[in-house]
């Protein structure tokens, strides 16, 4: 349904972007982060649910600071990575490589 | 004295879920490493609810105890506390009523070495090409070789293999094995779920396939990918932590035999 889906886009109210689970056990999988945050951890609670030892129940928080993505870890175990170094809050650039537990999480702005 | 860290994990061929967590800490709570592997148990969602908790709990007790090094003590503390955290959840939840987990620590710092563990998830250390085990095993069975009530072959595939005699938030209290050694090097300590056992893998057969060369995350996978070979049908979990060889305070190269 493109059109309904560009009406959806139409009504978002800043720019968009995705995260793609690139390894792991839920590896192939995509979420829209859009004017609503996402919570990624391994509880059946959030918004990305990574089956995943290494991963924290509620481990990090992705959303968006006007026209800006940033990613934050929640207090995790074994700690949110953004290309490879490890963060408290971080804001998001297009093609970032975030890492939670065992996954590594690609990031992207839509229509960049 | 350099330490390498790595780590891998699977839910294997048979599960859905994988119910066991892993920490894996360089540099942090007044440690040059924590390593923690634990196996979770109970329906559904409550084994892996069980593991992650008393992980978490461990990690933060020792984040913020304000202490150092690997003391024995500190790390019975940190289990107790994981034990309230996850015997208390599940009295709250009715989900989650009897889960349970196991847990095997690993602290060090230079070149000295706490152990804890609960239930039967195994601690080794690998020194010159030989295995120890430096954790208690809690199932049945081995309690009962322990006692002197069975001999240790009975032991090996007896029925109540799987049926624990401690455990971390099964109940009120909690009774840790502990132990402290020194670490030389050359040494790695390896931390797993009994998943690589259940496997079919052996002690010895891990270790090759772990140290065969000098890269640690590879030998992780190698370890997984051989139990995923013989049919993984429990979720499988390892950290290994090794003492790198400073080939710069060698004294004499050994010669070239030609």
Redesign the interface.
Known sequence: MPARQQQAAGVAAGPQSELTIESGPDAGHSHRVGDHGLRIGRSPDNDIILRDPATSGHHARLERRADQFWVVDLGSTNGTFVNGESIQEKQLNHGDRLTVGQNSVHFSLIGA | MRLRIA???D?GLERE??E??????RNKAGLDTLIVVCDGMGGH?AG??A???A??TV?KVLAEDGEEGPDVERLKRACKEANKAVFKAAQDNPDWLGMGSTMVIAAIRSGEIAVLNVGDSPAYLFRSGLAKLISQDHSWPAEQVRLGLIKPEEAANHPQKHKLTRAVGVWEQVQPFTDKMKLEEGDAVVLCSDGVETAGVSVEEMGRLLLKDGNLDRGAERVIERCRELGAPD?V?LAVARVEVDVTKTAVLPKLKI
């Open positions: 780590w891998a994990t839910p879920e994988n066991d967590s892993v920490a894996v800490w969602a892996q609810e593991s992650s908790l992980v978490q990690t979720n979990t």
